[in-house]
Structure formats: structure tokens, C-alpha cells
């Protein structure tokens, strides 16, 4: 008996950045090309050490409330980004540190798009996980930088050379 092939997927990282839908919206574009699946992830962890102690408890989520908005953010954010493309999108949210959730879901994967914000003059700066996918994937792993902030309608300021400014 034979095992039904499966299509190869672009795995991508996806969070609330803008890098994160550029990439996104990068996946899906190459992926007919590739004859791949889009998969997008949202790794997510539970609050609880990062919410203070003292903190009255009505102030701290259960897990299935974070779980619950972990999944509405990636829905949303697929929705809003691909809007009638979403439907061809295979999205997966899955427990645990962003860099080692990715590096897992891409195991076997076609590529690992992610997005990165030039945080730097001088070129792209890899966020830790970013890094850290980059590091150890064991596939390619595409970085897709977030829009430029002239895209968006607004005038990049330089330094004044000729006035000795800079």
C-alpha cells in the first residue's frame, strides 16, 4: 500500500510585525511557483512568569484565554494580510519558544521565510530568533525585510553633509 503524497510547504513565522506579513505575503506569492503549501506558525507561551506575582488574578489570563488569542491573532493576521488568498493557507498554532517551534514545523520543508526589521543603518538585523533559526535550520531560510518606511508614504531624514552636519 502506498502513502499518499504530500505537497512540499513553505513554513512561515508569523506574529504581529510588519515583517512577519511581508513575509507572509512573500510565501504565498512563491509558492504556486514551487508547487508548495503555504504553512503559517505562531508559536505561542504561556504569560504566567512574565506576569508579576503580586498581580491580582483577574489580571493574569488562563492558558486556554491566551491559547484562544493566540489563535484569533494568527486567523486575523492571515485574513488581514492575504485577505482572499487566506483560504489556501494552512495555518498551525503550536505551544512553545518561537525558534525552536519553527525550527521543528520546518523540518522537511521546501524553505523557512521569515521577516526581519532592519534595526541597523548599515543592513539587515536578525531579531534572537531570527538568529536562531538561521543557526540551526536544516532547510533554506529566507529573511524578508519589513517595508521600507518610504513605503509607506513617509520621507526618509539624512544628515546634512554639505552644512558639516553629520
Given at each position: 500500500?502506498?502513502?499518499?503524497?504530500?505537497r512540499?510547504?513553505?513554513?512561515?513565522?508569523v506574529?504581529?510585525?510588519?515583517?512577519?506579513?511581508?513575509?507572509?505575503?512573500?510565501?504565498?506569492?512563491?509558492?504556486?511557483?514551487?508547487?508548495?503549501?503555504?504553512?503559517?506558525?505562531?508559536?505561542?507561551?504561556?504569560?504566567?512568569?512574565?506576569?508579576?506575582?503580586?498581580?491580582?488574578?483577574?489580571?493574569?489570563?488562563?492558558?486556554?484565554?491566551?491559547?484562544?488569542?493566540?489563535?484569533?491573532l494568527?486567523?486575523?493576521?492571515?485574513?488581514?494580510?492575504?485577505g482572499?488568498?487566506?483560504?489556501?493557507?494552512?495555518?498551525?498554532?503550536v505551544?512553545?519558544?518561537?525558534?525552536?517551534?519553527?525550527?521543528?514545523?520546518?523540518?522537511?520543508?521546501?524553505?523557512?521565510?521569515?521577516?526581519?526589521?532592519?534595526?541597523?543603518?548599515?543592513?539587515?538585523?536578525?531579531?534572537?530568533?531570527?538568529?536562531?533559526?538561521?543557526?540551526?535550520?536544516?532547510?533554506?531560510?529566507?529573511?524578508?525585510?519589513?517595508?521600507?518606511?518610504?513605503?509607506?508614504?513617509?520621507?526618509?531624514?539624512?544628515?546634512?553633509?554639505?552644512?558639516?552636519?553629520?
Amino acid at each position: 500500500m502506498s502513502v499518499p503524497a504530500t505537497r512540499p510547504a513553505l513554513v512561515v513565522g508569523v506574529d504581529v510585525s510588519e515583517a512577519a506579513a511581508a513575509a507572509l505575503r512573500r510565501a504565498a506569492a512563491q509558492a504556486p511557483a514551487l508547487g508548495a503549501e503555504v504553512v503559517a506558525v505562531h508559536a505561542w507561551e504561556r504569560s504566567g512568569p512574565r506576569i508579576a506575582p503580586y498581580a491580582p488574578r483577574s489580571a493574569r489570563p488562563t492558558p486556554d484565554e491566551e491559547r484562544i488569542a493566540a489563535a484569533r491573532l494568527l486567523a486575523e493576521t492571515v485574513r488581514r494580510v492575504l485577505g482572499p488568498r487566506a483560504g489556501g493557507v494552512r495555518a498551525e498554532l503550536v505551544e512553545g519558544p518561537a525558534a525552536r517551534v519553527l525550527l521543528h514545523r520546518a523540518r522537511g520543508a521546501v524553505l523557512l521565510v521569515l521577516g526581519h526589521s532592519a534595526h541597523h543603518q548599515d543592513g539587515p538585523a536578525a531579531g534572537p530568533v531570527g538568529r536562531e533559526c538561521l543557526r540551526r535550520a536544516t532547510v533554506p531560510v529566507v529573511a524578508v525585510p519589513a517595508p521600507a518606511v518610504r513605503d509607506a508614504g513617509l520621507a526618509v531624514v539624512r544628515p546634512l553633509r554639505r552644512a558639516g552636519i553629520g
